[in-house]
T-cell receptor, first 114, second 114 residues
Framework: NAGVTQTPKFQVLKTGQSMTLQCAQDMNHEYMSWYRQDPGMGLRLIHYSVGAGITDQGEVPNGYNVSRSTTEDFPLRLLSAAPSQTSVYFC?????????????FGPGTRLTVT | AQSVAQPEDQVNVAEGNPLTVKCTYSVSGNPYLFWYVQYPNRGLQFLLKYITGDNLVKGSYGFEAEFNKSQTSFHLKKPSALVSDSALYFCAVRQTDSWGKLQFGAGTQVVVTP
């Protein structure tokens, strides 16, 4: 199993550009989520999905879109990049068995918006 | 609402000495509690979790944590620290009736010196 994979590893965008961060998992996990990590703030939830076709907002959803057409993939779209979106982005997944299960994290995407 | 506090930004310890990383939480209802570790330029790795039962939980790499309901704490401990334990440690909480949202603390940087 590759676990949770993310592409790209690094990305530099100009203000106003759009892009999609890719996330895939091969563990047949129902639950997937996107976090951003900023210094001194821990990880903050952007969006999450409890299964294909079902998504919901997290703590900091503004400026981001998600969709979940398959169990495996959960892409994160930045609609119009802003410098405030400079961060490290992590995708995670866990078993759909319930909230007692731990999450598995991808290696992250480091995004810089100039 | 749920929240997590990690009161120390950094913990310094000499190799071979005991290591403690503190975590307190606030949640309405019963919590599920997790510890994750992040090595430089890597994603988060699961260390251990408290779900129910024994208040002392043992996890990976010789770490353990003690759940204290009266003090709403879940401190991470290791009897004898190694230089390789130097990393960023995150405590996280999820309400038992919350399907999705995992609340992270801000993280504690552990530095173990030879």
């Amino acid at each position: 199993n590759a676990g949770v994979t993310q592409t790209p590893k690094f990305q530099v965008l100009k203000t106003g550009q759009s892009m999609t961060l890719q996330c895939a998992q091969d563990m047949n996990h129902e639950y997937m989520s996107w976090y951003r990590q900023d210094p001194g703030m821990g990880l903050r939830l952007i969006h999450y999905s409890v299964g294909a076709g079902i998504t919901d907002q997290g703590e900091v959803p503004n400026g981001y879109n998600v969709s979940r057409s398959t169990t495996e993939d959960f892409p994160l779209r930045l609609l119009s990049a802003a410098p405030s979106q400079t961060s490290v982005y992590f995708c995670a997944s866990r078993s759909g068995g319930g909230p007692r299960y731990e999450q598995y994290f991808g290696p992250g995407t480091r995004l810089t918006v100039t | 609402a749920q929240s997590v506090a990690q009161p120390e930004d950094q913990v310094n310890v000499a190799e071979g000495n005991p290591l403690t990383v503190k975590c307190t939480y606030s949640v309405s209802g019963n919590p599920y509690l997790f510890w994750y570790v992040q090595y430089p330029n890597r994603g988060l790795q699961f260390l251990l979790k408290y779900i129910t039962g024994d208040n002392l939980v043992k996890g990976s790499y010789g770490f353990e944590a003690e759940f204290n309901k009266s003090q709403t704490s879940f401190h991470l401990k290791k009897p004898s620290a190694l230089v390789s334990d130097s990393a960023l440690y995150f405590c996280a909480v999820r309400q038992t009736d919350s399907w999705g949202k995992l609340q992270f603390g801000a993280g504690t940087q552990v530095v173990v010196t030879p």
